[in-house]
């Protein structure tokens, strides 16, 4: 897995890409979550458009960063995750604590509706 970062109307998009299944990753992304966020970096839409493969170790990844952003004073969302990906949200409930969107605009648009 990687990821990019990028600016969309004050908030972060983070576009992954390959297969989330945790270990090593998962320290990434906290890594980088906690440098946006000392960059006074709190609105996060994560693309997961480009991943085809998500267990429950990239499941608990995301968790872990809304967790991060929430007790930052921040939030995270997701977006365009496939239908596969978006299944894993949906059989364990998960889509009720992070928020989806089926496009990166509407997830970053939801910010300022917030």
Same mark, same amino acid.
Do not use: W, Y
């Given at each position: ?6 600016? $969309? ?21 906290? %890594?980088?979550?906690?440098?946006? $966020? ?23 990844? $995301? ?36 928020? $989806?969107?089926?496009?990166?605009? %509407? ?8």
């Amino acid at each position: 897995m990687k990821f990019s970062t990028k600016e $969309l109307n004050g908030v972060t998009v983070i576009k992954m890409e390959g297969s989330m299944l945790g270990g090593p990753e998962a320290s990434e992304l906290n %890594s980088a979550l906690h440098k946006l $966020l000392d960059a006074k970096k709190q609105n996060i839409v994560v693309d997961l458009g480009d991943v085809s493969l998500m267990n429950s170790s990239g499941l608990g990844m $995301l968790i872990g960063a809304v967790t991060t952003m929430r007790n930052a004073g921040g939030n995270l969302k997701v977006a365009c995750a496939v239908e596969k990906v978006a299944q894993v949200f949906k059989i364990t409930k998960v889509s009720h604590v992070i928020e $989806l969107h089926d496009t990166v605009k %509407s997830a970053v648009e939801s910010f300022k509706s917030a």
